[in-house]
Every structure is written in C-alpha cells, then in structure tokens.
C-alpha cells in the first residue's frame, strides 16, 4: 500500500511518499522560515497563503520523485491538528480534495503522534512500550506509549513549551527566528560557570513543566550583563544548561515510575545535540536504550505524517470527506489501532 502525507499545521509545507513494504519513496520540504523571520515569529494568515501556494508544485514533485502515478496511491493523510487553523485548512483541504478525485481513503492525524512516530522511520526502530519525550515549538510532554494510538499523557508544560522558550530567550539575545538552534550555536562557545538559571519544578513531585521563568530570568540576566559576544554565548550556555538537566531529570522519574528502560525523543528540540547526548549518557546509566528520528525528521515533515497514516489507514481507521481541522486536539483523545 502507498500513501501520500501532507504537513502544514504550522511554517512548513512536508510532503511525502511513503510505502508499507518499500518505507519512505520520497519527501519535500518547505521552511517558511524567511518569510517570517522579519516579524519574529509565525504569523498565521501568512503562513496559510504561502502553503496555498507550495503545496500544489511540492505534491507533484513528491509523486514525481517516488516514480508513483496519482492510481498508484491507496489514501491521503493529511495533519488534521493540532496547530495553526488557517495553516491547517490548506493540507486539510488539499488532502480531502485529493482522496475525493482519486477516490481513495482521507486519514486525518494528529500531528504530535506524527513526531512520535517518526522515529519508525529509522532502521533500528523502538518496540512498544516505551516513553516518549516530545519537545517541540507548540508542545512539550511526557508520554507513556504502550501502542500505536495507546497514549498516556504523564506530563506536560503549562506554560511555554522548551522550543518556545529557546526561540524567545534566543530573541532576547539578538538572534533571528526560529532562535533554538541559532542559541544552541552560540552556546557551544559560552564557558560553563559563570551563570546558573533554575531547574523549574524539579524540586517537586510531578512531571509537569514551566518553561516560561526561565525565559523571565533570561531577561533579567541580560538586562545586567554586558553586551560581549563572549557574555551572548555565556548566557546561551546557561540557558540551554538548565533546560537540558531539567528535561532529564524529568525523564529520569518518567522511567522510573513507569519502569520503562527505552525513551524516544522527538520534534524540533530533539535535533538539539547537547539533550541527545545527555539522553544518551543517562540511558546508558540506567543500562536502558534511547532513540530518535535522523535530524531531517525531527522538525516538521510530512514524511511522519505518511508513516502515521499507513498505520491508522491499515487499521481502516479513515475519516469522512467533511471532516473538520482541529486546531486543539488532545493527544490522549486518540484510540488505538
Ligand atoms: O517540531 P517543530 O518543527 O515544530 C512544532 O511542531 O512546533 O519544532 C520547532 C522548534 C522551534 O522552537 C525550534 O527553535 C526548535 O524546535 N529547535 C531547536 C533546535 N532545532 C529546532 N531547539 C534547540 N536546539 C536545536 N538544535
Ligand atoms: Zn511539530
């Protein structure tokens, strides 16, 4: 079986290809980054008009790439949420059109399961259970992950989430939109010691986050600190410091309250290379594995969103023509395969 997946619930536009027997057939991207890197951050109505306009040639280059006819493909996925709802009209609606006109199967899905199973992609894919750590723009939580669909939700941020929160700390510093990896370049010329920012709500039980206090306490220290690159990069260092300790200590009490030994790390923060090797040197402390989509994947694609479809599409697990965006869906709303 082939699916085409279609991503557009935010400033990217991911089509992709993907087969059930031969794995991903092709993928294409397009970052809206440029264009909204003058207002520093997305600006919706934007974002959806420049979607109308890449999503068409991208399709037919995605087909054309995995060498597929339009009567070669067995369904559409598109994300159906959550994310921006103007964004999402267009894969929405693009995709409904297509299922309708090659009167194959619609499958909606949820746009955090496509981050979380990206990590499928990969030749060394986890096995069920396992938790997942998912750190991205929009969101950042905890997940126990029993199956495909099996969700439950251990905690979440309520506030920022820890991609938000690097993009308005890298803001503060002078750097452009989107500001995570642009902070976590400059911190890797930051000295350690000379700045020591919170762990939030690591002192009490729970698996909850709170990003924003360290966004507040970034400001104040820059507000007091000189303005020297070599004091930039002091502060980016900080910064990224305690948000890096403060998702392992997390996850730490995640596995062992679930008794888990494999973690999953996914969206936009997990391409981050200090986490993944903190990740790393915990989970061979607790003899247990850790996982993660190749870099290409860990941002928005829309080659999650196809490898998610297939397996809510072999599960006939297919949406009506008129099914609407849903720009909140909770993630533990969904049902298994
Ligand atoms: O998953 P994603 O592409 O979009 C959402 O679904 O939100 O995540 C984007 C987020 C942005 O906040 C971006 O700054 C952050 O991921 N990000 C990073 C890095 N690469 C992307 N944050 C820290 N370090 C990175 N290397
Ligand atoms: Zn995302």
New binding site residues.
Partial sequence: MRILGIET????TGIAVYDDKQGLLSHELYSQVKLHADYGGVVPELASRDHVRKIIPLIEKALADANTTSDQIDGVAFTQGP?LVGALLVGSSVGRSLAYAWNVPAVGVH??EG?LLAPMLESSAPEFPFVALL?????SMLVKVDAIGEYEVLGESIDD????A??KT?KLLGLDY????L???LAEKGEPGHYKFPRPMTDRPGLDFSFSGLKTFAANTIRDADTSEQTKANIAYAF?EAVVDTLIIKCRRALKQTGMKRLVIA???S???Q?RAQMQALMTELKGEVFYPSLAY???NGAMIAYAGMQRLKAGQTVELSAQAKPRWPLDSLSGL
């Fill in positions: 619930s935010c400033d990217e994310g746009h955090m981050h750190v991205s723009g929009g969101h989430a820890a991609g938000e690097f993009d890298a989107p500001g995570g990896p902070l976590a370049k990224q969206g936009g923060v391409a981050n290379t986490l860990c941002t928005d």
